[in-house]
């Protein structure tokens, strides 16, 4: 299949910042259609890596829709808090989803480790595992991340979930602060496109 050209694909997330992300990253030729089309609830991810609980998904979404599903799973590793939280990012936010909330979780957990962490360099990643199945057979899966820092209070109101609190490396900005247009070309969900785009 990977031979083809895809002319069609189901981005499988229920997030719509990362379905807008995933959208402008693809080929302009790919006709794009989203879980909410199809009113579908997303998987249980009870995988143990980022690649595991994205081929979860795009095999799950790909079987309920017979469609070729291209899925995501991201998130942040902190050096402080054990790499914590990890593929749980989307989980510190409660059943909501609301990252305000898990923005304040780690806060609060990085002030139990050290009270002084706000006067260091707290090394930080941005982890982004992306593969592609149709029905149960995995077609590609890559992963990539970004190295940075967490800043010591959230700024900016673009991009989505922990943007406002990432500083990648050699920068002075979070992703939060940053024009989408750059953000795309500097975030870990583009290295991993990167890697994926010879199936594309």
Same mark, same amino acid.
């Given at each position: 299949?990977?031979?083809? &050209?895809?002319?069609?694909?189901?981005?499988?997330?229920?997030?719509?910042?990362?379905?807008?992300?995933?959208?402008?990253?693809?080929?302009?030729?790919?006709?794009?259609?989203?879980?909410?089309?199809?009113?579908?609830?997303?998987?249980?991810?009870?995988? &143990?890596?980022?690649?595991?609980?994205?081929?979860?998904?795009? &095999?799950?979404?790909?079987?309920?829709?017979?469609?070729?599903?291209?899925?995501?799973?991201?998130?942040?590793?902190?050096?402080?808090?054990?790499?914590?939280?990890?593929?749980?990012?989307?989980?510190?936010?409660?059943?909501?989803?609301?990252?305000?909330?898990?923005?304040?979780?780690?806060?609060?957990?990085?002030?139990?480790?050290?009270?002084?962490?706000?006067?260091?360099?707290?090394?930080?990643?941005?982890?982004?595992?992306?593969?592609?199945?149709?029905?149960?057979?995995?077609?590609?899966?890559?992963?990539?991340?970004?190295?940075?820092?967490?800043?010591?209070?959230?700024?900016?109101?673009?991009?989505?979930?922990?943007?406002?609190?990432?500083?990648?490396?050699?920068?002075?900005?979070?992703?939060?602060?940053?024009?989408?247009?750059?953000?795309?070309?500097?975030?870990?969900?583009?290295?991993?496109?990167?890697?994926?785009?010879?199936?594309?």
């Amino acid at each position: 299949m990977s031979k083809q &050209k895809i002319e069609k694909l189901l981005i499988g997330t229920n997030n719509k910042g990362k379905l807008q992300e995933i959208k402008n990253l693809l080929p302009k030729y790919i006709e794009i259609h989203s879980t909410s089309e199809f009113n579908l609830k997303s998987p249980i991810e009870n995988g &143990k890596t980022f690649k595991e609980n994205s081929l979860i998904k795009s &095999k799950y979404f790909s079987k309920k829709t017979g469609l070729l599903c291209l899925a995501d799973d991201s998130g942040l590793e902190i050096d402080l808090l054990n790499k914590d939280p990890g593929i749980y990012s989307a989980r510190w936010g409660g059943k909501k989803g609301d990252f305000n909330k898990a923005i304040k979780k780690i806060y609060r957990e990085l002030n139990k480790k050290n009270k002084y962490w706000k006067h260091k360099k707290i090394r930080a990643r941005f982890v982004c595992a992306l593969s592609i199945s149709y029905l149960e057979k995995k077609i590609a899966c890559v992963q990539a991340k970004v190295e940075g820092h967490i800043s010591n209070k959230p700024k900016g109101r673009n991009g989505f979930g922990y943007d406002p609190i990432f500083i990648p490396k050699n920068k002075k900005k979070t992703f939060g602060e940053m024009r989408p247009a750059i953000k795309y070309k500097t975030d870990h969900r583009y290295f991993a496109f990167k890697k994926l785009r010879k199936f594309l």
